[in-house]
């Protein structure tokens, strides 16, 4: 069974930096982009950005370009995003989640089946 | 960037009535690249319909997807108690992805 499965939820002060993990199960972790989408409290989805998990190509939207970070680290088929210098405004629920169809012969931008149960961010004083 | 509006804010029916959810798009989605997604309290979006008006595995038959160009819609024929929940719809034409604001279905 495909599944995506995050690290715990996590609570920060303002400034700080956090990292969340997001593991793959049941397929070929370097076949398919894996994106990142945020969820503030009561609000709507925002996208962050994708990776590739084979070559480590990364696109960030551009509202989280510079104190957003995407890695992977194959050998335990896990994605990772790592926000700094967080804000009371970067509290949220961060999902990742997988585009349908291999990377060989699909574009990253897609829709996304299935998501991960998400990590809550809480940033707080 | 593609903005897109899901109209109504909030929807108030009851079981067994058609739901009609509408999504617009600020420019021609050219390559009819929309999904939309169901998403419960506390839990994860789950995909529901792709490429307008695709279902994706296991979604039931009372989902459908439509729409071209800026205006799309997602009807569900008859609801289900566990159709209650928030839709949003997504597009994948361009980049940067966007969602709308999401629509919510609440009992009447």
């Known amino acids: 069974q495909v599944q995506l499965v995050h690290s715990g939820a996590e609570v920060k002060k303002p400034g700080a930096s956090v990292k969340v993990s997001c593991k793959a199960f049941?397929?070929?972790?370097?076949?398919?982009?894996v994106h990142w989408v945020r969820q503030a409290p009561g609000q709507g989805l925002e996208w962050m950005g994708w990776?590739?998990?084979?070559?480590?190509?990364?696109n960030y939207a551009q509202k989280f370009q510079g104190r957003f970070t995407m890695t992977r680290d194959t050998s335990i088929s896990t994605a990772y995003m790592e926000l700094s210098s967080l804000r009371s405004d970067d509290t949220g629920v961060y999902y990742c989640?997988?585009?349908?169809?291999?990377?060989?012969?699909?574009?990253?931008?897609?829709?996304?089946?299935?998501w991960g149960q998400g990590t809550l961010v809480t940033v707080s004083s | 960037e593609i903005v897109l509006t899901q109209s109504p804010a909030t929807l108030s029916l009851s079981p067994g009535e058609r739901a009609t959810l509408s999504c617009g798009a600020g420019?021609?989605?050219?390559?009819?690249?929309l999904a939309w997604y169901q998403q419960k309290p506390g839990l994860a979006p789950r995909l529901l319909i792709y490429?307008?008006?695709s279902r994706a595995t296991g979604i039931p038959d009372r989902f459908s997807g439509s729409g071209s160009g800026t205006d799309f819609t997602l009807t569900i024929s008859r609801l289900e108690p566990e159709d209650f929940a928030v839709y949003y719809c997504?597009?994948?034409?361009?980049?940067?992805?966007?969602f709308g604001g999401g629509t919510k279905v609440e009992i009447k």
């Open positions: 989640a997988r585009v349908p169809c291999l990377t060989t012969n699909c574009s990253p931008e897609n829709w996304f089946d299935p």
């Open positions: 049941g397929y070929t972790f370097t076949g398919y982009y």
């Open positions: 990776i590739n998990p084979n070559s480590g190509d990364t």
């Open positions: 420019q021609s989605l050219r390559r009819h690249f």
């Open positions: 490429d307008v008006s």
């Open positions: 997504q597009q994948y034409d361009s980049s940067p992805l966007t």
